[in-house]
Each structure stands twice: as structure tokens, then as C-alpha cells.
């Protein structure tokens, strides 16, 4: 019983989200079940927030050292959801007032340390140790070339190689034709095992739902 | 640009160098910045699913259902419906009562199931088909000898590239083991290509930050000067 | 000393990643922006719409990417009011609708547009792509109030407007999902509006397989798909000026990677 | 009678906001039950279907199906036998997207597999999730690994944990997790954005073995450049099936390549039509393969 429920009302919800696709008549239901998700996913909210009081309450109570971060955590996480669900989240609410000093900020922040990040992992992995790796480096060191006005212009004083347009050759050759070839490949050779995936979800052969069993 | 607007341009510097700091290593201001960051975000965003989906989504159609049914006499089965999905979303939080957690087995294979079935026919249109569909080319162009050449290299790529991801079938041979180390070489370039192109954007991210600091920050230091006198 | 050189401190790579964004921007270097054919495309499909046409204009991004979405925005905006195009902005990112609010305050004072007869701002919307397929259905059902809440059938500027129909183009300015994949498989593939859109430079390369296949007009790929858009449009923005930040940080890098591969061609023949 | 019940009130669940609707929607514009322009979708929906579902029956008649080695699959036991080693835990991240994502469902299978190892090994799994939903399926998958394992005792429901929806508050935390456990391997497996290289590089800095597996194309160039192993694409789908060896399981692999020996074929064969008949495209595109 604890068992069969959830295979079934697995298997129902995933027909009647693949009957609602073909059938005119029935794409309704297709927007409702997806409010519905959207709904439970907000009560699971609760869910989450308790995790994160368990696991910062538990640090704080034992005193763990550093507990004073999880005592700000849990201070951000308070103020900032009291003030929306009471205040409202229009602009002009101190609501909106911690999105643009406190929340927008850091994740630009955090988001702008890819300028660094990503410099370290060119350093470390473009070098021409197999042919693959070798591959890699070419593509990436043409296209950064072609990027930027400067490359252009270094592209320019090259024997031979200048009476062909840097630009043409990274927007529509690698880009166009070997970046599209490679992302077409991966997203075909991924759907089948998207499908092929849900239909074992389908079949109840894979339950995740159930714990992975 | 009131002492309001000052104050949180402050702390909005403050945070960001806090974030940079963890460039050079970890330290208390990135923590205090760190757990601030996991604390509102999660806050600012349970709160505006509330404003945005459960208040207007349940609350919203449950007023209106029960608004038609008691004052107009009208049983909206449609709004009360929705009725259900609040149901499902109680039976998920039931979990942390082991008696009867297993009851949220259910609204998770509500929403797996849901995604399962979804993700068959979108995927099946929106990339099987279309993609399909855009490899379809003429591969004998004497006219236009680029884009014949562009159109075999794309198909050669796409097919080499698809054989790489064969499963049941060693990877030996000339025409498997081939196909598939060409497929490979096309995926390294691509990744590659996707690599450099995407450095560009990393940086700009960068400038966005000093930007901040040029023209946000910088011009309060102007306003906090004047008013107290210094100019 | 190679060894120190290969594994050289990530930390001294930062140091000078920061140091070449942060010198242009104080001393800008002006280099030119060679427009590329995605980017064209967009500005010539704008060229050909008659005036007084609609154009929507969907704000996906937030503020953590307004730097590479906004002057996108802001230069197709410009376009469409130099041509006297009228334009609905809504937003499918909940940050969307002060973004778009900003992008409206700028041009609509440049161009001499008035709020609710030349351009509206109809604010967020939950749902992704349910709200695309709802905005083919009805767009007075999906939005029936603008971003301040006052009844759309108020302005002039949505006066007729049912779907998509009623568009003859959509621009999608996104920074992630939802945004202009879910514009192309659902406003341009079920409902057939031609799409346009500006994406952020890391998802560019996703979006080619789109523009390969015709399913969009054009395509602006971060700060230098808006900075080409500005040299169109005759000026220097943001994405211009950035541009040479960018320009030298890219140098640095690619002087990286081949400093890289020298010290490790030195260490194998060793 | 309680069954019975039961299965009535699901079935009331689907019936009745079907009544309603039929009712509210009279006016409905379309009214068919079936859009034919979708008919090239069912029927590749059906083929795939069908060679799927055929491999599966077949593998449970006891042939043993080749399947070849995926390197980063291969890698995860060495992973968590080094962490263990070193006395060092585990971390797993099943990437940034909900339940009803596949690629999430298929790194939660994942999941049990490594939960499994860890329980064996008797080493430290940490899985902070940026999803309420996915935390409380991964803590399903985690405590019935380590039941299977036989070690339920040691299973720790709060190292599976939330930490926030937000997608760079989500990758501070993690790396504040990273720089301070120093888990010794990690894994990436699900859906990335853009936070994909700022995790792949911290946990680079703090010396981590590092597995990823997404089918996100955008992020395959950083894993691939930043981690020791990346599964590319489908092979995160194959995984399940790889990691178990169950006869089913791997019937559907077999049946995933007679789907992309359809495709390939699909493919080839209008591309000759098409280059021989180049009136045929327009036909073909808009009919045979109308998505």
C-alpha cells in the first residue's frame, strides 16, 4: 500500500501530463498540474527552512566555534522572509530595500568571481598534453581571439592567415559549424536518455521518489 | 538620495569587497558575508514564491472559489480545485512526523511523475525533431563550394558526435572506433569554442562591479563630504 | 623555478585579472567594435517593421546580469523609438520588472515617448513557459493590470492587442531560463512570432543551434553583441566602454594560456 | 477497504477538476482530441518507446548486454576510497534544478549508488541542496542506501541538507563548505548553470577529487576543463543503468542506441533524399519531421 499508491500516482500524473501535450482538449490540465507543482514546491519551503533551522539551531546550541555566523544566517534568513510575506515586496518596502543593498550585490559579487575563476582554469587545463586537450586549446584560443576588437587587430599583422576574416572564422565556422555539430550531438544523444529515463520513471523501474529502490 | 540610500550603498561596497576577499583566502568577513548570503537569499526567495505563487495560485483561487460558492450560490469546481494541490503540499511537510511520513511518497511522485511525462513529447519536439530538422541540408552544392563544405563537416560532426555516445557497441574498428574519436575531437572543439566565448562574459561581470564602485559608490563620498561641510 | 612558474599561485592570476579590468575602466581606450551578422540581422529585421507596429520586449534578467543585458536593451529600445515603433515590456524574472522600469525611464526621455501610448510596462509574471503559452492565448487574461496595477484597457497603447498576433516581433533580453529558448520553442514554434533576443555570452553558444536553424531573427552574445548594437545605433554605451576591459583581460588570458603551454613544452623536454 | 479508498480519493484527485473544467470551458477554442500536427512526435516518441521498453523485457531474459566503460562512472569508487583514506568526507551536489527535472532524478539514482559506498566505507557524505524537494528526496535515497548497506545507523539526516534556492547564495555556501570540511572528492551530477566553474575551481583549490556529469551543454566546457572525470551528456543518463547492471537497466541502454541508430539513420537517409530531390526538403522538413 505504502508502495503501490506512489507508483500509481506517478504513473497518472505522467499520463495525464503526455495526453495533455497531444490533446487540444485536454490542455488544461497540462497548466493546472503545473501550478500545482509550483504550489507544493512552495510548501516544501517549510521543509527547507526547517533543515536550515535544524542544522544552524543545532550549531548554535552546542556552541560550535563560529556559531555566531550561523546565529547572522539565521537573522538574514528571518528578517528578510518576515519583511516580504508581512510587508509586502513592491519597491520602496524595506522588503526591497535588503534586495538592492544586501542580496543584489552579493550575488553579483559572487556571480563576478568567474572573471577570476575562469582565468585560473584556462591557465591550468589549456595545454596541449593529448590530442583532445590540444583541440580544446586551438578552439578556445581562436574564438578568444575573435571576441575581442584587439584580437582582430593582432589577427591583422599575421602573414597569410590576414586575408581571412578572424571574424568569419569563429562565428560561423567554429561557432556555427563545429560548436553547433558538438552541442547538436550532445543534445540528441541526451534526449533519447531523457525519454528513454522518464519511461523507466513511467514503467516504475526507477522510483526516486521512493528512495532510489 | 537620502541617508537611506547612503547607508546601503555603503554596505552593498562593504559586501562585495567581503565576497572578494575570498579570492585571497577564507576569512571571518567572507563567512559574515557567506552565512548573511545563504540567510537572505533563502529568505528573499521563499517570500516571493509566497507573493507570487501561493498567494495568488491557492490563496487567490480559494477566495474566489469560496467567494462564488457562498455569496453567489455557485459551486466553482475549477478554483476549489486548487484546493488539492494545498492538500499535496500539506501531505509533503507531513514528513517530519515518522509515523506517517511515508503519506509524502505521494506529492513526490506527483511531481517526478509530472516532469517524466512532461519532459517525453517537449523533448521529443522541442530537440529531437528540431534539431533534426535544422541538420537536414543538401550536402552537393557546386555552386556554393562553403556552404557545401560547411553542411558535410555540420553532418559529419552531428553523426560522429551521436556515434561517440553509443553505449552497447565497443568503441574498436575503423569505422566505430573512428567515428567516435572523430566525434570526440568535434565535442573538445565545441567545448573549446563554448570556453573562449564564454570568457567574455565572466569579465564583463567584473566591470559590472567596478562600474559599482565608479559610478554608485564614488558619487556618495561627493554627497557625504558636502554635507558635512568639507567641499 | 618551472615548477614555481606551472604551478604558478592562482592568487597572482587574480591579482592581475583585476588589475586589467580595473585600469581601462579608468582609462577607457575607445577600440572599435566590428559588428557581426547575428547582431545586424536584428537591426535590419527592426529596419523593415512599419511604424506604429507593436514589438514586445520580455525583461528575463535581474540585476546580477544587468551589466551584459541592459545596454542590449536599452539599444534596441532606442531603435524601435528612433523608428517610432510602439513597445510592450514585460518580464518573466521577478527583478525583470524594475529592470525594464529602468530601461523605459532612459529611452522614453530621450525619444519623447509617453507611458501607455507609445510603450507600457506590464510587469512580472510566474511561470515560465505556461505564461508564454497563456500570453498566445490572451495576453489581457495573462496580464490584466500594468506593472503599477492600473488596468491595461486604460492605455491607448494596448488598445486591440489580444496575442501574438498582434506583434511583429518579440525581443527577449534573458539571462538564463525562462527566457529566449522558451520564447523560441513556445512564442516562435507554436505561435509562429518572429523572436529576437539578447542572451548573455555564456549562453550564446547554446542559442546558435536556434539561429542555425532559423528559428530566430538575430542574436545579441553578451557585452559584445550590445556593443556591436551601439555602434549600430551611432553610440558609446556601457558595453562599449567595457568593451576594452574586456579586451585587455581577454589579452591577459590568452598570454596566460600560452605561457602556460611554453612552461609545459620546457618541462616535458627536460 | 482502506485500499479501495484510497485509490477512489486519487481518482477524484484527477476526475473532479476534469468536471470542472468541462464545465468552465465551454467557450474552449479548440476542442479536438488530438492536434495532428503532433503526429511526428508520437510516432517518434512511440518508436523510442517501443525499443526501449522491447531491450528491457529482453535483458530480463538473462543475455548478458556489453556495455562500454564511462571512465567517470569507473572513477567514483576510486573517489570515495580515496576520501576514505584520507579520512576526509564526500560531497555530492545534485545540481541546481527541481524534481521534475530529469537530469536531477538521474543524479539522485546516482546518489544511492555513492550513498551505498559511503555507508560501506564508513566515510562522510555531505549533500547540500539548493531544492527543498530534491533535500528530501536525496534523504530518502541516502537512508535506504544505508539500509541496503546495512548501516542504517550511521546515516546522518542533517548532512543532507538545504541550504537556499538562490543560485550564487547557493555556491557561497557550498564553497564555505568546501574551504572549511575539505571533503576530499566531490561530485557535480545534475543540472548547472552558470556557478558550474566557481564550484569546479574552489574544490579544485582545496584538492578534491572531482567527478561531474551534467547534460547542460553551456557547462560541459568547465567541467570538462576544471574536474578530473565529466560524464558528457547522455552518459549522466546512462549512469543508472551502468552503476547497477541490472538486467532492465541495461536493456534500456540498448534500446537508447536503437533510438539514436533511428536518429542517425533519420538523418542520413533525407540527407540523400534531400540531396538528390532538392524539391523533397520543404516536404520533409514541414511534414516528415514537424516539430
Known amino acids: 500500500m505504502k508502495r503501490e499508491i506512489p507508483l500509481f500516482v506517478c504513473v497518472v500524473s505522467a499520463l495525464a501530463m503526455i495526453i495533455a501535450y497531444y490533446s487540444p482538449k485536454l490542455d488544461w490540465m497540462d497548466d493546472m498540474l503545473q501550478k500545482w507543482f509550483l504550489i507544493i514546491a512552495v510548501f516544501a519551503f517549510i521543509l527547507g527552512a526547517i533543515s536550515i533551522i535544524l542544522v544552524n539551531g543545532n550549531r548554535i546550541s552546542k556552541q560550535v566555534p563560529g556559531w555566531g555566523y550561523n546565529v547572522v544566517l539565521l537573522i538574514g534568513l528571518f528578517v528578510t522572509l518576515g519583511l516580504g510575506i508581512f510587508g509586502g515586496i513592491d519597491p520602496k518596502t524595506p522588503f526591497f530595500y535588503i534586495f538592492t543593498y544586501i542580496f543584489t550585490p552579493l550575488s553579483a559579487t559572487m556571480f563576478s568571481l568567474l572573471a577570476f575563476f575562469i582565468a585560473s582554469a584556462a591557465f591550468r587545463a589549456f595545454k596541449a598534453k593529448t590530442w583532445e586537450a590540444t583541440l580544446l586549446l586551438i578552439a578556445a584560443f581562436i574564438v578568444m581571439l575573435g571576441r575581442v576588437p584587439l584580437g582582430e587587430l593582432m589577427w591583422s599583422w599575421l602573414p597569410v592567415l590576414k586575408h581571412y576574416s578572424l571574424n568569419n572564422l569563429v562565428e560561423n565556422w567554429i561557432m556555427g559549424c563545429f560548436n553547433t555539430a558538438g552541442q547538436r550531438a550532445i543534445l540528441l544523444g541526451a534526449s533519447v536518455g531523457l525519454i528513454s529515463i522518464s519511461l523507466k520513471i513511467l514503467l516504475g523501474i526507477e522510483r526516486p521518489y521512493m528512495g532510489g529502490e | ?231 | 623555478m618551472l615548477e614555481k612558474l606551472a604551478n604558478l599561485d592562482r592568487r597572482i592570476i587574480f591579482l592581475f585579472v583585476g588589475l586589467a579590468v580595473l585600469i581601462p575602466i579608468i582609462f577607457p581606450l575607445g577600440l572599435p567594435n566590428a559588428v557581426s551578422q547575428p547582431v545586424q540581422n536584428i537591426y535590419d529585421f527592426v529596419e523593415t517593421i512599419p511604424e506604429g507596429s507593436l514589438v514586445f520586449i520580455s525583461f528575463d534578467y535581474g540585476p546580477s546580469t544587468k551589466i551584459e543585458c541592459e545596454p542590449m536593451a536599452l539599444a534596441v529600445t532606442k531603435q524601435l523609438f528612433r523608428r517610432n515603433i510602439k513597445v510592450v515590456g514585460w518580464a518573466l524574472w521577478p527583478e525583470g520588472a524594475s529592470m525594464a522600469r529602468n530601461v523605459f525611464d532612459v529611452t522614453g526621455k530621450e525619444y519623447n515617448k509617453k507611458y501607455g501610448v507609445d510603450y507600457i510596462n506590464l510587469g512580472y509574471k510566474a511561470g515560465g513557459s505556461i505564461t508564454i503559452k497563456e500570453i498566445g492565448e490572451d495576453i489581457r487574461s495573462t496580464f490584466p493590470q500594468d506593472v503599477d496595477n492600473i488596468s491595461i484597457d486604460k492605455y491607448s497603447v494596448m488598445d486591440g492587442v489580444k496575442n501574438y498576433k498582434n506583434f511583429k516581433l518579440g525581443v527577449s533580453v534573458s539571462a538564463g531560463v525562462p527566457g529566449l529558448r522558451e520564447y523560441i520553442v513556445v512564442a516562435n514554434s507554436i505561435f509562429g512570432v518572429p523572436i529576437a533576443g539578447g542572451c548573455t555570452a555564456v549562453s550564446a553558444p547554446e542559442m546558435y543551434p536556434y539561429l542555425n536553424s532559423k528559428q530566430m531573427v538575430g542574436l545579441m552574445g553578451g557585452l559584445k553583441g550590445a556593443a556591436e548594437y551601439e555602434t549600430l545605433m551611432n553610440y558609446v554605451g556601457d558595453a562599449s566602454k567595457g568593451m576594452d576591459a574586456q579586451s585587455i583581460a581577454h589579452l591577459l588570458i590568452v598570454l596566460f594560456v600560452i605561457m602556460s603551454n611554453i612552461i609545459f613544452f620546457m618541462q616535458k623536454k627536460k | 477497504m482502506l485500499n479501495r479508498l484510497l485509490v477512489l480519493i486519487i481518482f477524484a484527485f484527477w476526475a473532479m477538476p476534469a468536471w470542472a473544467q468541462e464545465a468552465a470551458e465551454e467557450t474552449a477554442k479548440d476542442v479536438r482530441w488530438f492536434n495532428p500536427d503532433r503526429l511526428p512526435n508520437v510516432i517518434g516518441v512511440l518508436l523510442i518507446g517501443f525499443f526501449v521498453f522491447w531491450y528491457i523485457i529482453h535483458a530480463q531474459s538473462g543475455k548478458k548486454l556489453f556495455i562500454r566503460r564511462i571512465a567517470g562512472l569507473n572513477a567514483i569508487d576510486e573517489a570515495v576510497g580515496r576520501a576514505t583514506e584520507m579520512g576526509k568526507s564526500v560531497m555530492y551536489i545534485t545540481g541546481l534544478a527541481d524534481v521534475d527535472d530529469i537530469q536531477t532524478l538521474a543524479s539522485l539514482s546516482i546518489l544511492g549508488h555513492v550513498a551505498k559506498k559511503t555507508a560501506e566505507y564508513e566515510s562522510n557524505l555531505l549533500v547540500p541542496c539548493c531544492r527543498s524537494v530534491v533535500m528530501t528526496t536525496a534523504q530518502e535515497v541516502c537512508k535506504e542506501a544505508y539500509l541496503r548497506a546495512g548501516r542504517p545507523e550511521n546515516f546522518k539526516r542533517e548532512n543532507v541538507r538545504y541550504l537556499t534556492d538562490d543560485q550564487f547564495g547557493f555556491v557561497a555556501g557550498v564553497d564555505g563548505i568546501m574551504v572549511r570540511e575539505k571533503p576530499a572528492a566531490n561530485f557535480y551530477m545534475g543540472t548547472f548553470y552558470a556557478e558550474s566553474l566557481i564550484l569546479a575551481e574552489t574544490g579544485n583549490a582545496t584538492g578534491a577529487i572531482q567527478i561531474a556529469g551534467t547534460a547542460s551543454s553551456s557547462q560541459l566546457p568547465f567541467f570538462v576543463a576544471a574536474c578530473d572525470y565529466t560524464l558528457i551528456g547522455e552518459e549522466l543518463y546512462a549512469a543508472s543503468a551502468y552503476l547497477s547492471g541490472e538486467p532492465k537497466q541495461v536493456g534500456s541502454l540498448k534500446g537508447q542506441d536503437v533510438g539514436k541508430a533511428l536518429i542517425l539513420a533519420a538523418i542520413i537517409i533525407s540527407t540523400i533524399i534531400i540531396t538528390f530531390f532538392p524539391q523533397t526538403h520543404e516536404f520533409i522538413k514541414n511534414t516528415i519531421f514537424k516539430s
Not at chain 2, 170 to 187: D, M, N, P, Q, T
Not at chain 2, 220 to 225: A, F, H, N, R, S
Open chain 2, 1 to 231: 538620495m537620502g541617508i537611506g540610500y547612503i547607508i546601503g550603498i555603503w554596505l552593498a561596497g562593504f559586501l562585495t569587497i567581503a565576497i572578494f576577499t575570498f579570492l585571497y583566502k577564507d576569512n571571518p568577513v567572507y563567512k559574515f558575508a557567506e552565512h548573511l548570503y545563504v540567510g537572505v537569499s533563502a529568505g528573499y526567495i521563499m517570500a516571493i514564491d509566497y507573493n507570487n505563487i501561493l498567494k495568488p495560485n491557492l490563496f487567490g483561487n480559494i477566495a474566489i472559489a469560496y467567494d462564488s460558492t457562498v455569496n453567489k450560490g455557485v459551486f466553482d469546481l475549477a478554483a476549489w480545485s486548487y484546493l488539492f494541490a494545498g492538500v499535496l503540499g500539506v501531505m509533503l511537510i507531513l514528513r517530519v512526523i515518522p509515523k506517517v511520513s511515508w503519506v509524502s511518497r505521494w506529492p513526490l511522485a506527483f511531481m517526478v511523475g509530472l516532469g517524466a511525462g512532461l519532459n517525453i513529447p517537449v523533448t521529443m519536439d522541442a530537440t529531437i525533431l528540431a534539431q533534426l530538422n535544422s541538420t537536414l541540408c543538401s550536402v552537393w552544392l557546386p555552386n556554393d563550394p562553403g556552404t557545401m563544405v560547411f553542411n558535410i563537416l555540420l553532418l559529419i560532426g552531428v553523426c560522429t558526435g551521436l556515434i561517440y555516445f553509443y553505449f552497447s557497441i565497443e568503441h574498436k574498428g575503423i569505422f566505430i572506433g573512428g567515428a567516435s574519436r572523430v566525434g570526440i575531437a568535434v565535442l573538445m572543439i565545441s567545448f573549446g569554442a563554448a570556453f573562449g566565448y564564454t570568457v567574455m562574459a565572466r569579465i564583463s561581470l567584473l566591470v559590472g562591479r567596478f562600474l559599482f564602485f565608479r559610478d554608485e559608490w564614488w558619487p556618495t563620498l561627493d554627497i557625504i563630504m558636502k554635507s558635512i561641510g568639507i567641499s
